[in-house]
């Protein structure tokens, strides 16, 4: 299952290697395109794929992909995104494996891997998130009452789990629908949703996928307030406002000792990535902070600063 909107040239990268990957079973390809103006939904077509078409303001992180999932017949429903690129031939195998294993698990998540493409600053940023652990996990409720007490940034860790690269078993997700979601978070709401009905989720490392993202301060400003937003509305996240300044200079000394010491940088480069680590760093903490605020923000703040909401009506 695979949302689309103006894919450009990488599409087919990505769908050679979907369609290249070492798997004994038959694979379906369904994409939702969102009014594409470039080759898309042709190069999709040329590979076999079955395109539905919306228009961009309709498109939903989970309404979407559960209208792609209405069009699978498979006994496992795999789900992508067009930035992601499958690192290996085994990357499906891997993913599907858990599900095989384990009739307790409702869905796995790759492990992700910065793109080769990927500057320093967000190479080290996928390092640092829960999807780059090279340690298997699987999640389940054992103790109702201590899943009950996590913290916010406890139970989404808990919780985690993603749809850059996933696959879940169509009854699970029958059971356990995507839902509708502010900004971005379909994810993480059905993470914890699985948890709460019984269910395992897992992280399987065996499974590798690239994925990472170029972006500048405003669409990084954007995409951490729809994140803030997400984790407000799921797991109730509130970042405030006092000590900012404070936590973007920790960041950013962070990634002074990671250019300095992990990677040896040195004078006018590291001078360089030290302003667009500054830059980096304050509009990903001020977008957190809009995010997990905009409850207290006029109305008109959602669309103006949500990266998925200015994308939607471009």
Known sequence: MLPVKDAGPGLDELLATLRGQRWEGDAELVAVDSCSGDATVETLREFGATVLAI????????????????????????????????????WLAGLVEPLDADPLVAGASSRLIPREDADPLTRFDVTREASYSAE???RAIEDL????????HELRAFA?????????RPEALERVPFRSVSTIGEDLQWGKDALEAGMAIAHEPRSVARHSHPYGFDELLGRNFDDGVAARELVGSRLGGEGLIGH?????????????????MEGAELERWERESVVRRTAQLFGQWLGTNADQLPAAALPAFSLVRRRARS
Do not use: K, N, W
Request: aromatic share 6%; hydrophobic share 40%; glycine share 6%.
């Open 160 to 168: 985690h789990f993603h749809t850059v690269s996933c696959a879940i």
């Open 136 to 138: 298997p996990s699987r």
């Open 55 to 90: 228009e961009p303001e309709d498109f939903d992180h989970g309404l979407t992909r559960m209208a792609a999932a209405r069009h699978a017949r498979g006994q496992v429903l795999v789900f992508v995104t067009q930035t992601m690129r499958p690192a290996g031939h085994h």
């Open 145 to 152: 009452e201590a899943y009950r007490a996590l913290a916010p």
């Open 248 to 264: 973007i200079a920790a960041q950013v000394e962070l990634d002074l000792d990671h250019l300095r010491g992990e990677l040896g």
